[in-house]
């Protein structure tokens, strides 16, 4: 007689977007007359640039082609890919990583979730409270986070790093040490970003006590300020206990293509002394058939000189919007973080409210959709994330909507 993955039973409710989903679902049916403008998932509005869309054309044609024709990709990715990663992302901000040790994939959120699976079914896992949910959730999957107390909203086994304003959104060093440590930077959800210090600390940390750092980088484009690291390689010592991940989908607007990478450097070993690549290379070649081949020439177009100015005017673009939403919201006497590295705004929900409260008052009293903070951890009661992913239209009309309310 089979039986279902018991971990996956412990699981609370759905996938916090699939729940506001239905909400808003829900709303629109019951309000056919209503403009819903969502801020809400992090998702992209701006179409694909002009190298990207060509590059996907041209590999089209490729595959109709007898002679250019590709069938599987290589399952870690293409060279051409890899090289131009490795060049741009990390030679050229003095970081050393190789090209055989970037793992081309479907996307940050596949790697994100699939990581632990390198992982002893037994090491403990700490979390930015709040946190991206795919972290713990896949930890609650592989059956590492012990029991889940709904009143705390927590995971007994999981480390949870309480990220405030009174703590500047940088987290505390936990009492009892873990494993296995995520930090995203630029954050999702808070859109505030780790200054080298900070990171340099945190690595410092993980290398003396041989955890390892997971270390989710999917906004690093929105990076605006000098003292702000682009990837975790840019500190000391990150090779030794560091995995990054990235995304094409916040840069390039990839979230309907589908292409992401992680780094596992070949110096990062386990306490026997297993290196984690070999690892992950292994587990690649066994459960995926690599990024299609279209998909990878358009990344590599994103490399291309025309195709770094056409991100970069994407990122301005989506920037102008966090800008829009700070500046008005801040004149209608709210208070907001994030915005300035990071395309999400962190609104801290007035008056005691609490996070879910103020999603349905937003959607309710000015059909607008953002995210509640507490959905993404029990630090996140009291807040409320906007992204500014929107169009601009959009952005400014729902500005003026709250301003309004
Ligand atoms: C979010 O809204 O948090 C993101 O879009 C989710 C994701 O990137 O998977």
Not at 204 to 212: I, K, L, T
Not at 301 to 327: D, F, H, P
Request: hydrophobic share 35%; charged share 25%; glycine share 8%.
């Amino acid at each position: 007689m089979f039986k279902a993955n018991p971990n996956y039973l412990k699981l609370p409710g759905s996938y916090l977007f699939s729940t506001i989903s239905k909400k808003v679902t829900a709303f629109k049916e019951a309000n056919p007359n209503e403009s819903v403008i969502s801020l809400g998932i992090g998702d992209v509005t701006q179409p694909l640039s002009p190298s990207v869309l060509k590059a996907l054309h041209d590999a089209v044609d490729e595959m109709g082609d007898s002679k250019t024709f590709k069938g599987y990709a290589p399952d870690l990715g293409y060279d051409f890919l890899r090289k131009a990663i490795a060049d741009t992302e990390y030679k050229a901000r003095g970081c050393k990583i190789a090209e055989d040790e970037i793992f081309v994939s479907d996307g940050a959120k596949s790697d994100s979730g699939n990581i632990q699976e390198i992982f002893d079914a037994t090491c403990t896992i700490a979390v930015c409270d709040p946190v991206y949910p795919v972290y713990v959730d896949s930890n609650v999957m592989a059956g590492r986070t012990g029991t889940y107390d709904a009143a705390l909203e927590r995971w007994s086994d999981v480390i949870y790093m309480p990220c405030t304003a009174e703590n500047d959104f940088v987290p505390a060093f936990p009492e009892k040490t873990p494993d296995i440590i995520y930090i995203c930077s630029p954050n999702n959800p808070t859109g505030t970003a780790m200054k080298k210090k900070d990171l340099q600390a945190w690595v410092d940390y993980a290398a003396e006590r041989h955890s390892v750092i997971i270390y989710d980088a999917a906004y690093e484009a929105y990076i605006s300020e000098e003292d702000v690291p682009h990837s975790i390689y840019e500190m000391d010592g990150a090779r030794e206990c560091a995995i990054e991940i990235r995304s094409f989908s916040k840069n390039a607007g990839f979230t309907g293509v589908r292409l992401g990478y992680t780094v596992v450097p070949k110096d990062l070993k386990d306490s026997d002394g297993v290196a984690l690549h070999g690892l992950w290379a292994r587990r690649h070649g066994t459960k995926f058939n690599g990024a299609p081949y279209i998909q990878q020439r358009a990344g590599a177009a994103v490399y291309t000189a025309e195709g770094q100015k056409e991100i970069a005017s994407l990122v301005s673009y989506y920037m102008e919007n966090a800008r829009t939403i700070k500046e008005g919201l801040t004149e209608a006497g709210y208070t907001m973080y994030g915005g300035v590295n990071a395309p999400y705004i962190w609104l801290a929900v007035p008056d005691g409210m609490k996070s879910w409260d103020f999603f349905d008052h937003m959607l309710n009293d000015a059909h607008i959709v953002g995210t509640p903070g507490s959905g993404f951890g029990p630090s996140g009661e009291g807040y409320f994330r906007l992204t500014a992913f929107g169009t601009h239209e959009n952005t400014i009309e729902a500005v003026r909507r709250i301003k309004a309310l």
